[in-house]
């Protein structure tokens, strides 16, 4: 059974389209993450979001919005895909009562075209 | 704000060699968590060790050891007598309390480690 899953797995998309990519796990974990790696392998933090709290990176486009209709499932909006959005995105989620350890899902690779 | 330097780009070895991956961290907290984790081609991130900022004595898992020294604030990893199958690119992190339980994890920049057979 895996952890944390993301689907889909690849998407590619056409320049001002809107997109959504799903996480989902099932740790149990009360606190869950999107984070971007770009083209150069660089990971940086999106949104946390837990007990319905969302802590947002301020560098991140508004154009990018987290939807967590449950504790087990933090969703990715994307509103008018740029070209610039082309990158592997990653969920993960975790709990303080395991040390706060971050287990990833396998990643959603977005291309833009 | 919090920063994790990974001085090392790209390491080349041969097999059977020992590597150490360097790591360097800056952070204004007092209470902190340093991980380590394995990005192989196929591109899933995979969970190493975590450390706690109180807890400085090193470590070691099979062929894998990590040595904290808070005074130099640097969390090294050692892979003795490497195989085909460390190569990967490999992230040191810093987690910081974001707030509400939530703990963002600030990443280097990678290394990536080809191991030679």
């Known amino acids: 059974d895996t952890a944390v899953s993301q689907t889909p797995k690849y998407l590619v998309t056409q320049m001002g389209n809107d997109k959504s990519i799903k996480c989902e796990q099932n740790?149990?974990?009360?606190?869950m993450y999107w984070y971007k790696q770009d083209s150069k392998k660089f990971l940086k933090i999106m949104f946390s979001y837990n007990n319905k709290e969302l802590i947002i990176n301020e560098t991140v486009p508004n154009r990018f919005s987290p939807k967590s209709p449950d504790k087990a499932h933090l969703n990715l909006h994307i509103n008018s895909l740029e070209l610039g959005d082309s990158a592997v995105y990653f969920c993960?989620?975790?709990?303080?009562?395991?040390?706060?350890?971050?287990?990833f899902g396998a990643g959603t690779r977005l291309s833009v075209l | 704000a919090q920063k994790v330097t990974q001085a090392q780009t790209e390491i080349s070895v041969v097999e059977k060699e020992d590597v150490t991956l360097d790591c360097v961290y800056e952070?204004?907290?007092?209470?902190?968590?340093l991980f380590w984790y394995k990005q192989p081609p196929s591109g899933e991130l995979v969970f190493l060790i975590r450390?706690?900022?109180?807890?400085?004595q090193n470590e070691i898992s099979g062929r894998y050891s990590w040595n904290f020294q808070k005074s130099t604030s640097s969390f090294n990893f050692t892979i003795t007598a490497s195989q085909v199958v460390d190569s990967a690119v490999y992230f040191c992190?810093?987690?910081?309390?974001?707030?509400?339980?939530?703990?963002?994890?600030?990443f280097g920049k990678g290394t990536k480690l080809s191991v030679i057979p």
């Open positions: 992190a810093l987690s910081e309390n974001s707030g509400a339980g939530s703990y963002q994890l600030t």
């Open positions: 740790l149990g974990h009360d606190t």
């Open positions: 450390r706690n900022s109180f807890d400085e």
């Open positions: 993960a989620s975790s709990q303080v009562q395991t040390k706060n350890i971050q287990y």
């Open positions: 952070t204004r907290d007092t209470t902190y968590y």
